[in-house]
């Protein structure tokens, strides 16, 4: 498995990391929509690839190993840059903003675009198990305080979800031992495109205090 890495930043200053960062992956998150959808003569392309090339290789001139991992602070911050779902400094990721309403319930609202197109116009269900997954993930970590890996996530799609704004919810709906299920929706203006289940788990490995009884 990946790391856990407690890492002493202080947390004024992964705020002032955060805001170069965070313009930074949203400036790539651009150059991915622009990728899909440009139609510019194709010497113009091949410009363009060039000059990414090089912003890649000045990049890269320094940079970590591997993954960027979990990271935690003592000031009980956690950041993780790179995450699928949520990451700031991941291009890939919408990134979805959850808010946790109380311990067990979670939303957010995402705009989604051409990069993550399934169906003509439509949400790629596998974004939208992504997505879900995440969120009911941390839904079922009642905010933060245990670990929770999914189990078995069971996604019923009842129509088509359009790209374009949509809201996500999830919550845990009851808990045994160190299994938590947990229920969640994806949905639009019309209302909801897509219901999930999921069992999460508390791995062995984590049943501290805080997951015991
Ligand atoms: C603070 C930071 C927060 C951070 C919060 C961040 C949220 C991130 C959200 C991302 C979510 C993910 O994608 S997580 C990544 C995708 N998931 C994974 O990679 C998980 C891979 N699988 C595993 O690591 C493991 O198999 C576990 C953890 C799922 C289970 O291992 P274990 O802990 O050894 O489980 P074990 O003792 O055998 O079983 C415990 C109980 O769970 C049941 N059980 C075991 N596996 C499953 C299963 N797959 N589906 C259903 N039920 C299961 C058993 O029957 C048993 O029930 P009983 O006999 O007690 O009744």
Known sequence: MGEFVHEEIPSTELDRLEATYRPLADAVRDLLDATIRTTVPEEQV???????EALVARLRAEQLPGPAGVRFNS???AWNWGNAVVGLRNAVAPPLRIVHESAGHAWAEVELG???EGPPG???????????????????SAAFTRVTFTGTLTMTYRRGTPLGPLRL???IDREEGRKVWV???IGDADGVTVEAEGVFIVPAWAAGEAARG
């Not at 439509?122 to 079922?140: F, K, Q």
């Open 46 to 52: 091949r410009a363009a690839q060039a000059e990414i």
């Open 75 to 77: 000031e009980a911050r």
């Open 114 to 116: 051409a990069p993550y």
């Open 122 to 140: 439509l949400v790629h269900g596998g974004v939208s198990a992504m997505l879900l997954d995440h969120l009911m993930g941390e839904t079922a």
């Open 169 to 171: 919810e999830a919550r």
């Open 183 to 185: 229920v969640a929706s």
